[in-house]
């Protein structure tokens, strides 16, 4: 029984947060309607850049 538990701890797996909520949740109807991708113009200037070394 050990084994097994041990041998857990070695996998991973990958999901994406969209995969947790469900297709007929209310924010997956707003975000169809509601376009707020004017939010990242309007707080770019709040972040420093990501630089790659």
């Known amino acids: 029984m050990l084994n097994k538990s041990i041998d857990k701890r070695d996998q991973y797996e990958m999901i ?7 297709n007929n949740h209310l924010l997956r109807k707003v975000d169809a309607i509601l376009d707020l991708n004017f939010v990242y113009e309007l ?3 709040k972040y420093c850049l990501m ?3």
Do not use: F
């Open 51 to 53: 630089v790659d070394h």
């Open 16 to 22: 994406s947060i969209s995969e947790l909520v469900l």
């Open 43 to 45: 707080v770019e200037d």
